[in-house]
């Protein structure tokens, strides 16, 4: 049995770091652990221009500790009025590595999101020729749609007719959540991923909903069924190539998740890679953990592999309740409780 792992230091290729005192209170997690990560653009303010993700990029390289090398990946925010030349200064830009699309109203800052894909269709057309990826936020957003539905309505109504009209745009379904989304991305032979979370790998609707309401496991896509995590862990631990890591982290103020009306989002960051490591190990295939976690999203984005190594041990830690977020409180994913893994600092 493994107790200790060597791995080619991995990356996020879906987090949120927020912004000023908030993202300096988060990003030394995902800076400890990771060597690289692609930055979600939903500020309140959204980053959707190519000068503003150079601007928030400063920002985050300055929070970083001193001495650490994480390289922050910048997003564009697209939204009903981005145009092509957007995506050619985008394109023309290194740290900018793809844009990413929230339907309007599908999640956290979406409200300046894409109302109806036709409207960027000439900006998609311009990523598909310059090679830029999307990156889906994965649902619809009718109210007549169950909220459980929305991520395999989304592939029905909006990616089988994208693939369809742009088959050589490459893109990113992002932490996808469900068996119809495992379905979808095997039956696609190339140009399309899906990142997974350690959420939907380790947690179902019964962790939100059948013992007491869980805020603190509230996210979106919503936490979906027994059988969809089982596809997940499967499509996660296998090897393919299309699946890679993707925390999609997302820090809330305890007190905007204990409400009437609570955010969505879980925070992992502090925790990312023990806990895909817990999900791996639980299965056995620790053998495909650094495909997963160091190769798989690089290959993708067309980026070299990181050259550095990281390792883990079974060694276990109890996770804090709680952690500071710029005077507010950030309550964790597993708060409380024991990981067996740990990252290891030498
Ligand atoms: C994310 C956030 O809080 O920014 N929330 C979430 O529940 N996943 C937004 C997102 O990734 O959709
Ligand atoms: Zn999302
Ligand atoms: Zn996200």
Not at 3 to 22: F, K, M
Not at 60 to 86: C, H, K, R, V, W
Not at 207 to 235: F, M, Q, T, W
Request: glycine share 4%; hydrophobic share 40%.
């Amino acid at each position: 049995m493994n107790t200790r792992i060597e791995i080619t230091t991995p990356d996020d290729w879906h987090l949120h770091l927020r912004d000023g005192d908030r993202m300096q209170a988060v990003v030394q997690h995902s800076a400890r652990q990771f060597g690289r990560a692609i930055i979600m653009p939903n500020l309140t303010r959204p980053v959707t221009n190519t000068a503003m993700a150079m601007a928030y990029r400063d920002r985050i390289l300055e929070a970083l500790p001193p001495g650490n090398t994480f390289q922050p990946l910048m997003t564009l925010y697209l939204t009903d009025t981005t145009s092509p030349a957007d995506i050619d200064e985008a394109a023309a830009e290194e740290h900018v590595v793809a844009c990413k699309l929230y339907p309007a109203g599908a999640t956290t800052h979406s409200d300046a999101g894409v109302t109806d894909l036709r409207n960027i269709y000439p900006a998609l057309q311009r990523m598909a020729e310059t090679e830029l990826p999307l990156l889906v936020h994965g649902e619809v957003t009718d109210p007549r749609i169950d909220v459980f539905d929305r991520e395999s309505v989304f592939i029905d109504r909006v990616l089988i007719p994208l693939r369809e009209q742009l088959p050589e745009l490459r893109f990113v379904f992002e932490h996808i959540t469900s068996s119809e989304a495992v379905h979808f991305v095997n039956d696609q032979e190339q140009n399309v991923a899906a990142t997974i979370t350690p959420q939907h790998l380790l947690l179902t609707r019964n962790d939100l909903l059948a013992s007491g309401l869980r805020p603190h496991h509230y996210c979106v896509p919503i936490l979906k069924s027994i059988n969809d995590k089982k596809l997940l862990v499967e499509a996660a631990t296998s090897g393919d190539a299309r699946y890679f890591l993707g925390t999609d982290s997302a820090p809330h103020a305890r007190h905007e998740k204990e409400s009437a009306c609570g955010c969505a989002g879980i925070y992992s960051a502090h925790a990312a890679l023990e806990l895909y490591c817990e999900i791996f190990d639980a299965v056995g295939a620790m053998d495909k953990f650094e495909s997963f976690a160091a190769f798989n999203g690089a290959d993708f984005y067309g980026l070299p592999r990181n050259s550095g190594t990281i390792t883990l041990e079974k060694s276990s830690w109890t996770v804090p309740d709680e952690y500071d977020f710029a005077g507010e409180r950030l309550v964790p994913l597993r708060a409380g409780t024991e990981l067996a893994w740990r990252l290891s600092d030498d």
